[in-house]
């Protein structure tokens, strides 16, 4: 069982940053592709960025690329998603997700597990 805990969410001005965390734990949580994904009101559950806690690559969406990173803490299983240059449009639910998929892979249905999800708000 893999257990996922978002933090960091809240309100912003355009052109701000927000730091988000997802503190992971499980007993196979190191064998997991970690991503985060968004939901925004109205809309489906959109990829964010992924990355794995053994591995060195990270991908992200296009809409999100050059703007926010993922990266991870591998001695406590905390991944996080540093958000730079929001815009209005980056507002949504953000969840973290544990899965066994195909690496970087967009689909939702490919992840296991998902945390209880952390509100961004950004203002125009």
């Known amino acids: 069982q893999v257990q996922l805990v978002e933090s960091g969410g809240g309100l912003v001005e355009a052109g701000g940053s927000l730091r988000l965390s997802c503190a992971a734990s499980g007993r196979t949580i190191n064998t997991y592709q970690m991503a985060w994904f968004r939901q925004a009101p109205g809309k489906e559950r959109e990829f964010v960025a992924a990355t794995h806690w053994l591995g060195v690559n990270s991908y992200y969406a296009a809409s999100v690329k050059d703007r926010f990173t993922i990266s991870r803490e591998n001695a406590n299983y905390t991944l996080y998603l540093q958000m730079n240059t929001l815009k209005p449009e980056d507002t949504a639910v953000y969840f973290c997700?544990?899965?066994?998929?195909?690496?970087?892979?967009?689909?939702?249905?490919?992840?296991?597990?998902w945390g209880q999800g952390t509100q961004v708000t950004v203002s125009s």
């Open positions: 997700a544990a899965g066994h998929g195909a690496s970087g892979t967009h689909y939702p249905g490919e992840y296991n597990y």
